[in-house]
């Protein structure tokens, strides 16, 4: 059985927490940047982007019908 390498001396917590709050504050700008919300030049609707409007639209161009409603989606989202 081999033994596991050991640290030579103890880390200090300020170390530690500084650390960790750094990845979490770069957790919370990957998140930020995921969630980009646009308003749609032909209709002015809100939306997700690279996701059509909640009026079919997308590009200029009508790519759905609009069948299910989808804004109830993009309002949940802004709050």
Do not use: N
């Not at 750094?22 to 995921?34: D, P």
């Amino acid at each position: 059985m081999s033994k596991k390498p050991v640290p030579k001396k103890q880390q200090a917590k300020s170390s530690t927490r500084s650390r960790h709050s750094k990845w979490v504050s770069e957790q919370r700008k990957k998140l930020e940047k995921a969630l980009v919300l646009d308003k749609c030049p032909t209709t002015g609707e809100t939306k997700l982007r690279h996701f059509a409007s909640p009026s079919g639209m997308y590009k200029g161009r009508k790519v759905t019908t609009g069948g299910k409603d989808t804004s109830t989606k993009v309002k949940a989202i802004e709050a």
